[in-house]
T-cell receptor
Framework: ETGVTQSPTHLIKTRGQQVTLRCSSQ?????VSWYQQALGQGPQFIFQ???????GRGNFPPRFSGLQFPNYSSELNVNALELDDSALYLC??????????FGPGTRLTVT | KQEVTQIPAALSVPEGENLVLNCSFT??????LQWFRQDPGKGLTSLLL?????REQTSGRLNASLDKSSGRSTLYIAASQPGDSATYLC?????????????FGRGTSLIVHP
């Protein structure tokens, strides 16, 4: 059984650019959740996809969007990057609403 | 809106001590509560999951309890070791609305020195 994987590991972008982060869920899981974690903070919930439909969203603007694919892998897209978007982005997969399993994260730096 | 608070924010102890980390939440309508460990710059590792109908869960030297009515959970670490040094986070899943949205605390940063 493979775990949750994320790509890329690190990413540097310029303010105003767009970025796509990817997550591969653990086998058999139907739900993926995305989080933003700033340094010294707990993970902030961005949104959650259950069977390819968004079924929950945190307090993030519409320039944060996502997709979940039939194989339950997922993408997080962020448009018009701002300096404050610099953070560790985490995805977690689960069989809703049970235990979440996290990937290693993608470190995004916006300059 | 669910709010999760973890106390203390930081803790430094000598090896061998028994520890208690606290997690409190404002809305008792939760589905479950999960404790995680996070090493610097890394993802989260699941430690224990407690369903809302349960009172405690144990794994090795770790024991987590849940008192839903008072909005509290504790993580007990027995005989701490330097390898336990990490940030410990708790997350509650809301039970209302069917989305089971998770809310995290800010974590307790633990250092266990030899």
């Amino acid at each position: 059984e493979t775990g949750v994987t994320q790509s890329p590991t690190h990413l540097i972008k310029t303010r105003g650019q767009q970025v796509t982060l990817r997550c591969s869920s653990q086998s058999g899981h139907n739900t993926v959740s995305w989080y933003q974690q700033a340094l010294g903070q707990g993970p902030q919930f961005i949104f959650q996809y259950y069977r390819e439909e968004e079924n929950g969203r945190g307090n993030f603007p519409p320039r944060f969007s996502g997709l979940q694919f039939p194989n339950y892998s997922s993408e997080l897209n962020v448009n018009a990057l701002e300096l404050d978007d610099s953070a560790l982005y985490l995805c977690a997969s689960s069989v809703l609403p049970y235990e979440q399993y996290f990937g290693p994260g993608t470190r995004l730096t916006v300059t | 809106k669910q709010e999760v608070t973890q106390i203390p924010a930081a803790l430094s102890v000598p090896e061998g001590e028994n520890l208690v980390l606290n997690c409190s939440f404002t809305d008792s309508a939760i589905y479950n509560l999960q404790w995680f460990r996070q090493d610097p710059g890394k993802g989260l590792t699941s430690l224990l999951l407690i369903q809302s109908s349960q009172r405690e869960q144990t794994s090795g030297r770790l024991n987590a309890s849940l008192d839903k009515s008072s909005g509290r959970s504790t993580l007990y670490i027995a005989a701490s070791q330097p390898g336990d040094s990490a940030t410990y986070l708790c997350a509650v899943r809301g039970a209302s609305g069917g989305s089971y949205i998770p809310t995290f605390g800010r974590g307790t940063s633990l250092i266990v020195h030899p």
